[in-house]
T-cell receptor, first 114, second 110 residues
Framework: KAGVTQTPRYLIKTRGQQVTLSCSPI?????VSWYQQTPGQGLQFLFE???????NKGNFPGRFSGRQFSNSRSEMNVSTLELGDSALYLC?????????????FGSGTQLSVL | GENVEQHPSTLSVQEGDSAVIKCTYS??????FPWYKQELGKGPQLIID?????GEKKDQRIAVTLNKTAKHFSLHITETQPEDSAVYFC?????????FGTGTRLQVFP
């Protein structure tokens, strides 16, 4: 059974640009959660999608957005990139809502903003 | 909202010794407490979890304890091995969000 796949693995962008990250969950999983990981800050919750609907959102500015498709694949978009957006972005999938379920994480997309 | 504090941020132990990582949470409604292990270059992986109706859970060398009154929970690793070296994250959730602690880097020296 294939795991959670995130693409691309690495990304370099400049300030002001926008970026789209992709996540393919484990087959059959309907929930996809996104986290931002930075040194010293741990994993900060961005948002969760369940059956194409945003179930919850963390405390990030509106520049961070996401969506989920009917096949459960998810994308997150960051517009007007800032230096502070440099981080590892992790996607996790689960069968049901993330708050009571084991999460399966991808290896992440390392975003560097120059 | 929920806030999770995790200590220590780094922990070094000799192979064979025990390691303990502690977390506190703020939302008394939290009812699910998983622990994740993250190895270099990989995403976090669930190693053990506990629900609020249970005080302790064990899985081989790993155990988690939960004190609902004090709102803290701990991860215990016994007979540590070099392959236990990784970053460990605790988390807490109610029905709303799963919130992670800031992580503990565990180093096990042979």
């Amino acid at each position: 059974k294939a795991g959670v796949t995130q693409t691309p693995r690495y990304l370099i962008k400049t300030r002001g640009q926008q970026v789209t990250l992709s996540c393919s969950p484990i087959s059959g999983h309907r929930s996809v959660s996104w986290y931002q990981q930075t040194p010293g800050q741990g994993l900060q919750f961005l948002f969760e999608y369940f059956s194409e609907t945003q179930r919850n959102k963390g405390n990030f500015p509106g520049r961070f957005s996401g969506r989920q498709f009917s096949n459960s694949r998810s994308e997150m978009n960051v517009s007007t990139l800032e230096l502070g957006d440099s981080a590892l972005y992790l996607c996790a999938s689960s069968w049901r809502e993330s708050t009571n379920e084991k999460l399966f994480f991808g290896s992440g997309t390392q975003l560097s903003v120059l | 909202g929920e806030n999770v504090e995790q200590h220590p941020s780094t922990l070094s132990v000799q192979e064979g010794d025990s390691a303990v990582i502690k977390c506190t949470y703020s939302d008394s409604a939290s009812n699910y407490f998983p622990w994740y292990k993250q190895e270099l270059g990989k995403g976090p992986q669930l190693i053990i979890d506990i629900r609020s109706n249970v005080g302790e859970k064990k899985d081989q060398r790993i155990a988690v304890t939960l004190n609902k009154t004090a709102k803290h929970f701990s991860l215990h690793i016994t007979e540590t091995q070099p392959e236990d070296s990784a970053v460990y994250f605790c988390a807490a959730s109610n029905t709303d969000k799963l919130i992670f602690g800031t992580g503990t880097r565990l180093q096990v020296f042979p």
